[in-house]
């Protein structure tokens, strides 16, 4: 019988459903299993073959976990608040609700045909007002603690999109999703408090089994520093009393304060010294215009070219009282820290290119060694900082120990920052680089924030009884010219009582931002029913955490922090019971287009897998998915090797007919392939080398060609390890090979320890009982190996001659010995 995969796919998609096969059960007696991947946005174009990826790969995690007796959570939903259906929206008329329904139906036409193993009885819609009831409920706890205020803040403005915009979605300057150039623009905002979070989100991270590379990006985001403020006096001020004038600056490196050469502060800040009376000439106030209007035109980018000019007023270093310039420069920035740096060209890089430029000292006063002894005496300290990278226009960057800094001189530089930070009455300081997350938009395709504006009484939650706030019905999507919401313009909707003192108020018409609802849908599979809570307790105490999350890099910085901090929250008022609620975290790659380039629609390279399900089925395409190179990384699409894995396929089924139960001739060497391949296959699923594993299955069915009949039990076990990759085909043969359950319903194979043990020793060949050669091999070599190797030793080969040996005595593992 030929392999048609149309039949046999349909059939046991159809089979698992009908037995609630990938149902996970609230408490069992089973040990749970949370898998996860990150739920997709339904768009209008259906799914692509770089979605289908991790997919793919968190069902061959999910099905081998239920082969080896856990009680799998493996569910999908939609994350389909956002522009792109409210775009549609504007361009169509047709309303954001039926094209996210449309959408999502095909999603789930698509994942089914690709037979992953989920549990469609708890998919979930951020849109639903059942869900976002939950998601307004949560932003009102926020509210109530204090975590969620309005405020003026200069934002990224789109005026295309007509959208305010996060910084993550702002890339070299232009709006994300569309290209345009973006201004900034100050408005009245809606911000949650992530940065109360800031030590708690760096600290969870420590007992996690996240990806190194995803540990590192979340820790530079949050961008915790430790420096101190530090006050230098001012000499030479004119226009105002000379006595109490200094400037603070903000360093991490307080340590190489004796290599400060100049001050350099952000035009902002002078602008604020000339606003309280300080005498500046007409050339610094030109400089300062000129830089000023510089920087806004630079935007996020920042400026180029480092410029400045030296104002004439003198700072006095606090560690030694030396004499240095004050300068104003393009480079330093007005919001960060106090908006004045001591500048250090040495020791940073910034600094040592303006120093240059400008012909000012350099000065170095750390020296990178491991201990002080290597720069004791002053002709090795002359040799190390000979070394060192100055000359070449780098600065000396890192730890290392202090030189040319008065009583300081020897000290490791770390421990020399506060005691220096001390010696000079600075104060020790810790500083974030994570900003407050900016949470609203004036868009309509998005859940309206719950509170109610009044005048008497300012901003009131919407009473808990009456969520969910509906999104009301509008006419025309389109944002106001004004900036506003179209929620805005629906009067009736936006008048109300206020729920506090009975009188005229107004609904806020800000919706929230499309990082929403995913910040907490993790939570709502546990329970995606239940009408009284966002799910029950108990069974968030069966399910949290998830135990296995895999989702893109570049959701590292965004969603993946946003949503630790919200069940953080969440956890700190008691309604969740885990503090971190991801276990684990891994990194699909992106799948490129044929030639490399990234997928997209305007570049009409996007490969739809429907035509390819088609032609080769799903088992075939999720085959290719995992072969196509390793998970972690990009790799581009290669329309032949569907080919391949669909022959490879064709391979298999037809060895299907070979199985026969009983010992056949050669048993042996199967056996111990087989066993190595459960090891192989079992150890490259946990470390998602799926596309190795899918090469070790390829070995042993290119192994079986060669015979007539395969043992049924080996057989069945390799049919166990191709479930997870190709559950279809797997099924079919099983069912044929006598299995009666579903081979979800059967154990994960075990390995022979024995008959894999690869260890390499020493095989000593002879001849006539004389030692003629020795050579290293697996211990594993059976005899026929070593004949075939003693032919080919140089050494021994001579004395065995060509006539065929009288006897040949093996002793597995230790020697092999010709009579002749
Ligand atoms: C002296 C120094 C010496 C510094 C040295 C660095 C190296 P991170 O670590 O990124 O937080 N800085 C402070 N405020 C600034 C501002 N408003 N605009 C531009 N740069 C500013 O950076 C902290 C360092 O950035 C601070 O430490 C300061 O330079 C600079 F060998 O002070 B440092
Ligand atoms: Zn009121």
Same mark, same amino acid.
């Given at each position: ?327 104003? &420069? ?264 044929? !030639? ?172 006539? !009982?004389? &030692? ?47 009579? &002749?």
């Amino acid at each position: 019988m030929k392999y048609n995969h149309k039949k046999i796919e349909a059939k046991w998609q159809k089979f698992w459903e009908q037995k609630k096969l990938h149902a996970a059960k609230d408490f069992s007696q089973k040990p749970k299993y949370y898998a996860l991947f990150e739920f997709p946005y339904p768009s209008g174009d259906g799914l692509h073959v770089g979605h289908i990826r991790p997919y793919v790969g968190m069902d061959i995690i999910s099905r081998k976990r239920r082969m080896e007796g856990y009680n799998v959570l493996f569910p999908v939903g939609w994350d389909a608040f956002g522009l792109p259906t409210e775009n549609y929206a504007i361009k169509t008329g047709i309303s954001p609700e039926i094209a996210t329904k449309k959408n999502s139906d095909n999603f789930r036409r698509q994942m089914r045909l690709l037979g992953l193993s989920l549990d469609w009885n708890r998919e979930i819609n951020t849109t639903d007002p059942n869900y976002y009831k939950w998601t307004q409920w949560m932003f009102l706890q926020f509210f109530k603690h204090g975590l969620a205020y309005k405020a003026s803040v200069p934002i990224n403005w789109c005026p295309k999109d007509k959208i305010g915009l996060a910084n993550e979605e702002v890339i070299g300057g232009k709006c994300e999703r569309c290209g345009t150039e973006v201004e900034q623009r100050q408005k009245e905002q809606w911000m949650l408090k992530i940065t109360a979070y800031a030590d708690k989100l760096l600290e969870g991270l420590k007992d996690l089994d996240f990806l190194p590379e995803i540990k590192r990006q979340q820790e530079n985001w949050i961008g915790k520093s430790e420096g101190a403020l530090i006050k230098f006096a001012l000499q030479g001020v004119t226009g105002q009393p000379n006595s109490k004038h200094f400037v603070e600056v903000f360093t991490t490196r307080p340590d190489t304060i004796f290599g400060a050469t100049f001050i350099a502060i952000a035009p902002e800040v002078a602008q604020k010294w000339i606003a309280v009376g300080w005498q500046i000439s007409t050339e610094v106030k030109n400089y300062i215009a000129k830089t000023l209007k510089e920087k806004s035109e630079a935007g996020n980018e920042g400026v180029k070219e480092k410029t400045g000019i030296n104002i004439g007023i003198r700072a006095i270093n606090p560690a030694n009282q030396e004499e240095i310039p004050v300068w104003i &420069v393009n480079y330093v920035l007005g919001d960060v820290g106090t908006g004045a740096i001591m500048a250090v060209p040495a020791h940073d890089d910034r600094d040592l290119a303006f120093a240059k430029a400008y012909n000012l000292d350099v000065k170095p006063v750390v020296a990178r060694v491991g201990s002080f002894e290597e720069i004791k005496d002053p002709i090795s300290l002359a040799a190390v900082m000979k070394k060192s990278c100055l000359g070449s226009g780098f600065a000396i960057l890192g730890e290392g120990f202090l030189i040319n800094s008065g009583q300081f001189s020897g000290m490791p530089s770390e421990k020399a920052k506060w005691e220096i930070t001390k010696a000079v009455g600075g104060k020790r300081e810790i500083k974030y680089k994570l900003r407050d997350w900016v949470f609203s938009r004036q868009r309509y395709w998005g859940e309206p924030i719950p509170l109610i504006h009044c005048e008497k009484c300012g901003y009131v939650p919407v009473p808990e009884k009456n969520l969910p706030v509906k999104l009301p019905k509008v006419k025309d999507y389109q944002p106001r010219d004004d900036g506003q919401s179209p929620l805005a313009s629906v009067e009736k909707w936006v008048k109300v009582k206020c729920p506090q003192c009975k009188g005229i108020a107004k609904r806020e018409t800000d919706v929230m931002p499309n990082w929403a609802g995913s910040s907490w849908y993790f939570l709502r599979y546990t329970d995606p029913k239940n009408k009284k809570n966002f799910s029950d307790i108990k069974k968030l105490k069966y399910w949290m955490p998830v135990d296995w999350y895999n989702g893109g890099m570049e959701h590292v910085t965004l969603h993946l922090l946003y949503s630790r901090f919200w069940n953080q929250f969440l956890y700190d008022i008691g309604v969740v019971p885990v503090k971190e609620p991801y276990k684990k975290r891994t990194a699909h790659g992106l799948i490129l287009a044929e !030639g490399g380039m990234k997928m997209s629609k305007s570049k009409g390279n996007v490969i739809n897998p429907d035509s390819l399900i088609k032609e080769f089925g799903a088992d075939a395409l999720r085959l290719y998915e995992m072969f196509i190179g390793p998970f972690n990384q990009a790799v581009a699409w290669d329309q032949r090797g569907i080919m391949g894995t669909s022959r490879f396929l064709e391979r298999v089924w037809n060895l299907g007919s070979k199985s026969e139960n009983g010992k056949i001739k050669g048993w042996n060497s199967l056996e111990r392939l087989i066993n190595k391949t459960i090891k192989k296959v079992t150890e490259d699923i946990e470390s998602m080398s799926f596309n190795t594993a899918v090469s070790a299955m390829m070995i042993f069915v290119n192994e079986c060609q060669s015979f007539e009949k395969i043992p049924a039990e080996i057989w069945e076990k390799f049919l166990l390890l191709l479930a997870p990759f190709a559950p279809h085909i797997a099924e079919e043969l099983w069912m044929k090979a006598g299995g009666k359950k579903s081979l979800s319903q059967e154990n994960w194979p075990e390995y022979d320890k024995k008959l894999i043990d690869d260890a390499t020793i020493e095989l000593l060949i002879q001849v006539n !009982g004389k &030692v003629r050669d020795k050579i290293s091999v697996s211990k594993s070599t059976t005899q026929a190996e070593a004949e075939k190797l003693a032919f080919q030793s140089a050494k021994a080969q001579p004395f065995i001659g060509s006539q065929k040996p009288k006897k040949i005595i093996f002793v597995p593992g230790k020697l092999i010995n010709f009579v &002749v």
